[in-house]
């Protein structure tokens, strides 16, 4: 069965401090994607990276940057001089695609709160 | 701004109630899926419509149901609303390929209150 944990519910910091959010998956399948969206007040879910399970090299965009190691089943990832717009809510999402799409399971999120 | 629109942005119901909600898809989307997203928690999979049949369904009883209209835009359909039921309502489209994967893109939801 799919599932992501992220234990971290809520995380504090103050304006450029680093953070990183954690995720932990599981799933049966060789072939998955792993994604991280964010969620601002209004609700819409915010697109941040996909990764798929073959590609494990890490990313690192402006930042942001992700890290993909399968031998502990994480996908965690980092924001950098953190700023007070990059106070969300931040979900870590896991897809097993089939012939006709895929289905994403999600994290109960980790509340980012950064302080000025 | 993804292109998929959601509406009505949103709504109060009483128990017992019907609603329904409206997603239309992004430009060269075929599928839809919805999710419920309860207060404080993670989106959680209701179905997904392709081909105007239901494709997938999550952990939710029968008095969730759902439509996909030629043009893939969709409604999902509560019946008997039950207090639990608040919670914001996430479509998300995406094209199937059959072979590859499809990103998904999110509306901004529809916020049920059920009082």
């Known amino acids: 069965a799919q599932k992501v944990t992220q234990a971290q519910t809520e995380i504090s910091v103050v304006e450029k401090e680093d953070v990183t959010l954690d995720c932990v998956y599981e799933?049966?399948?060789?072939?998955?994607?792993l994604f991280w969206y964010k969620q601002p007040p209004s609700g819409e879910l915010v697109f941040l990276i996909r990764r798929n399970s073959f590609d494990e090299q890490n990313e690192i965009s402006g930042r942001y940057s992700w890290n993909f190691q399968k031998s502990t089943s994480s996908f965690n990832f980092t924001i950098t001089a953190s700023q007070v717009v990059d106070s969300a809510v931040y979900f870590c999402a896991l897809s097993e695609p089939d012939n006709y799409g895929q289905n994403f399971v999600f994290g109960p999120g980790t509340r980012l709160s950064v302080l000025p | 701004e993804t292109g998929v629109t959601q509406s009505p942005t949103h709504l109060i119901k009483t128990r017992g109630q019907q609603v329904t909600l409206r997603c239309s898809s992004q430009s060269g989307h075929n599928t839809v899926s919805w999710y419920q997203q309860a207060l404080g928690q993670g989106p959680q999979f209701i179905f997904q419509?392709?081909?105007?049949?239901?494709?997938g369904r999550g952990n939710f009883p029968p008095r969730f149901s759902g439509l996909q209209f030629p043009n893939y835009s969709s409604e999902l359909n509560v019946n008997a609303l039950e207090l639990d039921d608040s919670a914001l309502y996430l479509c998300a489209s995406s094209r199937t390929s059959g072979v590859f994967y499809n990103e998904q893109f999110f509306g901004p939801g529809t916020r049920l209150t059920v009082l």
């Open positions: 799933t049966r399948d060789t072939t998955y994607y």
């Open positions: 419509y392709y081909r105007e049949e239901e494709n």
